[in-house]
């Protein structure tokens, strides 16, 4: 089963700040935080992971909490293209298996 | 485009047929990942590969579902006797070996009806 617990859905405007939560509160020590995104009809995408501290590249940033029991992800300014299902997963990183939960849909609005 | 790539795109068969599918990975990437995913849920693994030899099986992965990676390069995933409950996305994925930055990089995946 999924070690993660995540809203089923949320909506953002357009060129606004989108923040997705993740619940992980029983994630172990030597555990990543993954986050992948789903578009419509395509295979899911590589956004961006961590492990205790927070993260940022190029598409979004991970602010993980210091308990590490939860992460957001931030989506600094969203478009209509982001509209798509995200995935929170905790993975250790010699563990090959990534187990999925259900994912956000996150509806980006004009 | 040297992303991952599957054939076909969709599938339509009739209950009781055999299908291949067939997965080529990024080039230089050792392990490669076959995932299901139904209508609203999150991807579930079935098996993977590093190199040519099958490493895992998910229990998913009924006697009817067979997958190979023979020469270490693509992958067929066969499932015989196909039964309505088999209808899914089929998805691969590939990855350098396991370590911190392994991210998978996954195909447009299969999807398969069976009628």
């Known amino acids: 089963d999924a070690k993660t617990t995540q809203p089923p859905s949320m909506d953002c405007a357009e060129g606004r700040a989108a923040n997705l939560p993740c619940n992980h509160s029983t994630i172990s020590g030597n555990e990543y935080v993954y986050w992948y995104r789903q578009i419509h009809s395509q295979g899911p995408q590589y956004i961006i992971h961590?492990?205790?501290?927070?993260e940022t590249n190029e598409m979004a940033s991970l602010i993980i909490t210091e308990d590490r029991k939860s992460s957001t992800l931030i989506l600094p300014h969203a478009t209509l293209r982001d509209t798509a299902v995200y995935y929170c997963?905790?993975?250790?990183?010699?563990?090959?298996?990534?187990?999925w939960g259900a994912g956000t849909k996150l509806i980006i609005k004009p | 485009d040297t992303g991952v790539s599957q054939d076909p795109r969709h599938k339509i068969t009739k209950r009781g047929q055999n299908v291949t599918f067939r997965c080529d990975p990024i080039?230089?990437?050792?392990?490669l990942y076959w995932y299901r995913q139904t209508l609203g849920q999150g991807p579930e693994f079935l098996t993977y590969?590093?190199?040519?030899?099958?490493?895992?099986k998910s229990r998913l992965l009924s006697d009817r579902f067979s997958a190979e990676r023979p020469k270490g390069s693509f992958s067929t995933l066969e499932i015989q006797r196909t039964e309505q409950g088999d209808s899914a996305m089929y998805l691969c994925?590939?990855?350098?070996?396991?370590?911190?930055?392994?991210?998978?990089?996954f195909g447009p995946g299969t999807r398969l009806t069976v009628l």
């Open positions: 961590g492990l205790k501290n927070n």
């Open positions: 080039s230089e990437h050792n392990r």
């Open positions: 997963i905790v993975k250790r990183d010699s563990n090959y298996q990534l187990i």
């Open positions: 590969f590093q190199n040519e030899a099958q490493l895992e």
């Open positions: 994925a590939s990855s350098l070996l396991a370590g911190v930055d392994n991210e998978q990089f």
